[in-house]
């Protein structure tokens, strides 16, 4: 699955383009944006976090946490669309924050099994990171030390997510995917 910037944009409004700059490049540290909508009529909410393990430290953000919860409380039968809510990463998660994001939507699904059925979540990333390279040495040293690979992209990790009901997605910006996001097309597909 692909996830198109001008997509996103539409879908959300113009004031993730904020984000853009930051998620369309492959830094070494990572880059998170959590975008929601609860509805057609209602604004997008975004929430955005970098450095390390920026995703999960969005799942600590009230949005997440509070205001989530609340929206999937408050679906009517009669919402027809479903909610869309997107978190777009400038690299795809390491094994540790998968683990966090797999607990996250389990939770949401244990509370809210009804409701998580017309709520999509969209795990967008820019590239797949699997390679010592992109470690910084400190990293290394923690990957050495804890004997698991986690601060790498695991397969374990995407498949737990995929299982949890993230739809994994390729970030595409302008139509282009960077040549680690088709290493992660590939590996999805
Ligand atoms: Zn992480």
């Known amino acids: 699955m692909i996830a ?3 997509d996103l944009v539409e879908y959300y409004g113009t004031d993730i383009n904020a984000h853009r700059s930051c998620l369309s490049k492959a830094h070494q540290s990572t880059y998170a944006m959590l975008a929601c ?3 057609a ?3 997008a909410r975004i929430a955005n976090q970098s450095g390390e393990h920026a995703e999960e430290r969005l799942l600590k953000t009230a949005i997440w946490t509070d205001d989530i919860p609340s929206a ?3 679906r009517t039968d009669l919402d027809s669309e479903p909610m869309v809510i997107t978190l777009a990463l400038n690299r795809s998660p390491c094994g540790h924050c998968a683990m966090a994001l797999t ?3 389990e939770k949401l699904q244990f509370n809210y099994s009804k409701r998580f059925e017309n709520t999509v979540f969209i795990l ?3 590239g797949y990171y699997q390679s010592s390279k992109y470690m910084s040495d400190d990293h290394e040293q923690e990957h050495a030390e804890s004997g698991a690979p986690i601060w790498v992209t695991t397969a374990k990790g995407m498949e737990q997510l995929e299982n949890a009901g993230w739809k994994l997605a390729v970030l595409s910006f302008d139509n282009n995917v960077t040549q680690r996001g088709q290493e ?3 590996y999805l597909s």
Request: proline share 5%; net charge negative.
């Open 184 to 186: 992660l097309a590939d």
């Open 124 to 126: 967008a990333s820019l």
């Open 4 to 6: 198109n910037w001008n």
């Open 41 to 43: 009529r209602d604004p």
């Open 37 to 39: 909508k609860w509805s």
């Open 103 to 105: 607990a996250a939507l």
């Open 72 to 74: 999937m409380e408050n």
